[in-house]
């Protein structure tokens, strides 16, 4: 293994050629006022693998690929549920 930092989150859009939006959440609790606090943040990664909206997906640091890509999709964790799964148990 590397030292690259790796981060999950989850795919929120893939309108890009080769690029998505993927959404990292971190929770933590206030040192002072002990009160949970739930950040995100956005970030774009590459994507040669073919991510859906949805997916849950771990991405890696990387060299600069573009002027807001500095993110790798690096593998799909968990896929997103299609319609047509949900619905099939009804």
């Known amino acids: 293994m590397n030292e690259r930092r790796r981060l999950a989150g989850i795919v929120t859009s893939n309108k890009m ?13 206030h040192p002072i006022y002990k009160k949970v606090v739930h ?29 807001e890509k500095r993110w790798a ?5 968990k896929k997103a549920a299609t319609p047509a799964e949900t619905s099939k148990g009804e």
């Open 17 to 29: 050629m080769k690029t998505v939006v993927v959404e990292i959440t971190r929770t933590y609790r």
């Open 39 to 67: 950040l995100s943040k956005s970030v774009k990664a590459h994507d040669e693998i073919g991510c859906q909206i949805g997916d849950q997906v771990q991405i890696v640091e990387t060299r600069p690929l573009s002027k």
């Open 73 to 77: 999709v690096e593998t799909i964790l």
